[in-house]
């Protein structure tokens, strides 16, 4: 018996949720911990900095005193702590090593990223909103299980960086207090009828054989267009750090501007004409999962990478449902000496490969061992947006038989497919069309509430902060706030 290299487990994705009502899961993108983490961390650390296995470090500055005030948001401070404190958990959740001069360069967007965040938390409690205990620790439950993590040790891994609980408590009651706005501002438009599906229905079918792509987003506002350079250094920076293996879906919900913050970045397939044009010149020609270099639009920069290419009405995938088992290993396995424990998990997994069929019995496995991981890894999976060692592994596994052993660092799962079939996933249900619908309406109430909301605050920075002006709340005059991305119009098929 001997262990193989350790078999990198894939993060085995959940379908994309369009409905708003979904898109409040959006926000576990905000940690993918430990597997994108584990994959992004370096190996090395420098002196003097905080590092562990497997996640993000941050080398730690000389700062001003953590208290002191940095500037006030409508009367309500923002503090040099507030800012230390999302800088390290924007460290932890890339995985990546910050140095000191990185995070002076991210400093920035991330005080930018908290006045917008303090703004909406006032208006969140102007409209008495109360954000239950409940709801957050059901969030934070959805990153520990989507990353199959056990209760609770989401908690101990931010102590264990020094980053305060709240910090990312805060981040998660924002976003879910402002869905609920949301949900005020369009309550009055009604739902999505029956004829505005059947409108999106015919246009797709219209648009049949046209391209569409699958986007993700990170949108960096100029305020200033006659002097963007400080904004497009930070554009190249967060590029570099993508390029470097920092998770797109992660970067895009710490800094992007566009409302698909909420959802990694993901502005789901859309058509050529609801793209800026500068855009669409670049995803033309991308490779998928390329990161594009800083594009020029209306209202700043943006960053994209395109996750797949189709052609309206024809895209036939295969989907898969499966179920595993994990055997977790008491210590990291080192190939060349495993450990009496870890001889001993695989030969349990071995037998168990030859033993446990069906996804009934492979879910009871998992529970009797603890259940690390989840039994049920993402749902409907599609099998070619696997990673190809995953895809290897499923392609050719009959319904219900058990895969061989896959070792991993922490681990060895089995894996049982449940269900195999084609599936034309161009082709929208009248429900993903509502949804879809109902996403165009949620983005566009949020910008324009977001930019009035702005527009009436009164931001006052300290001098070597300069990430907004003071403006007095009734000036209506020659004080625009910058602009978001405009995403054109909706096009058919956007989802």
Same mark, same amino acid.
């Not at 009055?188 to 792509?213: D, F, H, K, S, V």
């Not at 165009?440 to 907004?468: F, G, H, N, P």
């Given at each position: 018996?001997?262990?193989?290299?350790?078999?990198?487990?894939?993060?085995?994705?959940?379908?994309?949720?369009?409905?708003?009502?979904?898109?409040?899961?959006g926000?576990?993108?905000?940690?993918?911990?430990?597997?994108?983490?584990?994959?992004?961390?370096?190996?090395?650390?420098?002196?003097?900095?905080?590092?562990?296995?497997?996640h993000?470090?941050?080398?730690?500055?000389?700062?001003?005193?953590?208290?002191a005030?940095?500037?006030?948001?409508?009367?309500?401070v923002?503090?040099?702590?507030?800012?230390?404190n999302?800088?390290?958990?924007?460290?932890?959740?890339?995985?990546?090593n910050?140095?000191?001069?990185?995070?002076?360069?991210?400093?920035?967007?991330?005080?930018?990223?908290?006045v917008?965040?303090? *703004?909406? /938390? +006032?208006?969140?409690?102007?409209?008495?909103?109360?954000?239950?205990?409940? %709801?957050?620790? #059901? @969030?934070?439950?959805?990153?520990?299980?989507?990353?199959?993590m056990?209760?609770?040790?989401?908690r101990?891994?931010?102590?264990?960086?020094?980053?305060?609980?709240?910090?990312l408590?805060?981040?998660?009651?924002?976003?879910?207090?402002w869905m609920?706005?949301?949900?005020?501002?369009?309550?009055?438009r009604?739902?999505?009828?029956?004829?505005?599906?059947?409108?999106?229905?015919?246009?797709?079918?219209?648009?049949?054989?046209?391209?569409?792509?699958?986007?993700?987003?990170?949108?960096?506002?100029?305020?200033?267009?006659?002097?963007?350079e400080?904004?497009?250094?930070?554009?190249?920076? *967060?590029? /570099? +750090?993508?390029?470097?293996?920092?998770?797109?879906?992660?970067?895009a919900? %710490?800094f992007? #501007? @566009?409302?698909?913050?909420?959802?990694?970045?993901?502005?789901?397939?859309?058509?050529e004409?609801?793209?800026?044009?500068?855009?669409v010149?670049?995803?033309?020609?991308?490779?998928?999962?390329?990161?594009?270099?800083?594009?020029?639009?209306?209202?700043?920069?943006?960053?994209v990478?395109?996750?797949?290419?189709r052609?309206?009405?024809?895209?036939?995938?295969?989907?898969?449902?499966?179920?595993?088992?994990?055997?977790?290993?008491?210590?990291?396995?080192?190939?060349?000496e495993?450990?009496?424990q870890?001889?001993?998990?695989?030969?349990?997994?071995?037998?168990a490969?030859?033993?446990?069929?069906?996804?009934?019995?492979?879910?009871?496995?998992?529970h009797s061992?603890?259940?690390?991981h989840p039994s049920?890894?993402g749902?409907?999976?599609?099998?070619?947006?696997?990673?190809?060692?995953?895809r290897?592994?499923l392609?050719?596994?009959?319904?219900?038989?058990?895969?061989?052993?896959?070792v991993?660092?922490?681990?060895i799962?089995?894996?049982?497919?449940?269900?195999?079939?084609?599936?034309?996933?161009?082709?929208?249900?009248?429900?993903?069309?509502?949804?879809?619908?109902?996403n165009?309406?949620?983005?566009?109430?949020?910008?324009?509430?977001?930019?009035?909301?702005e527009?009436?605050?009164?931001?006052?920075?300290?001098?070597?902060?300069?990430?907004?002006?003071?403006?007095?709340?009734?000036?209506?005059?020659?004080?625009?706030?910058?602009?978001k991305?405009?995403?054109?119009?909706?096009?058919?098929?956007?989802?």
């Amino acid at each position: 018996m001997s262990f193989s290299a350790p078999f990198l487990r894939a993060a085995l994705p959940a379908g994309r949720s369009l409905s708003m009502r979904k898109t409040l899961l959006g926000f576990s993108a905000l940690l993918a911990l430990p597997v994108l983490g584990a994959q992004a961390a370096p190996a090395h650390h420098v002196h003097a900095q905080r590092a562990h296995p497997g996640h993000g470090s941050v080398v730690e500055p000389v700062t001003p005193p953590e208290d002191a005030i940095l500037g006030t948001i409508n009367g309500q401070v923002l503090t040099e702590r507030d800012v230390d404190n999302r800088g390290k958990l924007f460290a932890l959740s890339t995985g990546l090593n910050i140095s000191p001069d990185l995070m002076q360069r991210l400093r920035p967007q991330i005080i930018r990223q908290l006045v917008d965040e303090r *703004i909406k /938390t +006032q208006e969140i409690l102007k409209r008495h909103i109360n954000v239950e205990p409940q %709801q957050i620790a #059901q @969030a934070i439950n959805n990153i520990e299980s989507r990353n199959g993590m056990p209760k609770n040790a989401l908690r101990d891994r931010l102590a264990q960086d020094g980053v305060s609980l709240t910090t990312l408590i805060d981040q998660i009651r924002v976003q879910i207090g402002w869905m609920q706005v949301l949900r005020e501002e369009i309550s009055g438009r009604g739902r999505i009828t029956a004829r505005e599906i059947a409108q999106r229905e015919e246009a797709l079918r219209a648009e049949e054989g046209r391209p569409q792509y699958n986007v993700s987003e990170i949108f960096i506002p100029v305020a200033d267009p006659r002097h963007s350079e400080t904004e497009l250094e930070f554009t190249k920076t *967060i590029i /570099t +750090q993508l390029r470097n293996g920092a998770p797109f879906p992660i970067v895009a919900a %710490q800094f992007s #501007q @566009a409302q698909t913050a909420l959802d990694g970045g993901t502005m789901g397939w859309v058509q050529e004409d609801s793209l800026d044009p500068p855009v669409v010149e670049i995803v033309r020609q991308m490779p998928i999962g390329a990161i594009s270099n800083p594009v020029k639009v209306a209202g700043g920069y943006v960053i994209v990478t395109v996750n797949g290419k189709r052609t309206i009405g024809h895209q036939n995938v295969t989907m898969v449902t499966v179920r595993q088992a994990f055997f977790p290993f008491s210590s990291p396995l080192n190939p060349q000496e495993p450990t009496d424990q870890q001889k001993m998990a695989l030969q349990k997994a071995s037998a168990a490969a030859q033993s446990v069929h069906g996804c009934d019995a492979m879910e009871a496995l998992n529970h009797s061992l603890g259940e690390k991981h989840p039994s049920d890894p993402g749902g409907q999976l599609v099998l070619e947006r696997l990673n190809p060692q995953m895809r290897q592994v499923l392609s050719d596994l009959p319904v219900g038989q058990s895969s061989r052993p896959l070792v991993s660092t922490d681990g060895i799962a089995l894996l049982t497919v449940c269900s195999k079939g084609q599936k034309n996933i161009a082709q929208q249900s009248p429900s993903e069309i509502a949804d879809s619908l109902m996403n165009e309406r949620v983005e566009q109430a949020s910008r324009q509430l977001e930019r009035d909301l702005e527009r009436r605050s009164v931001i006052e920075m300290r001098k070597d902060d300069k990430t907004a002006s003071a403006k007095p709340a009734d000036d209506t005059q020659n004080d625009e706030p910058p602009a978001k991305k405009p995403h054109g119009k909706p096009a058919p098929g956007q989802g």
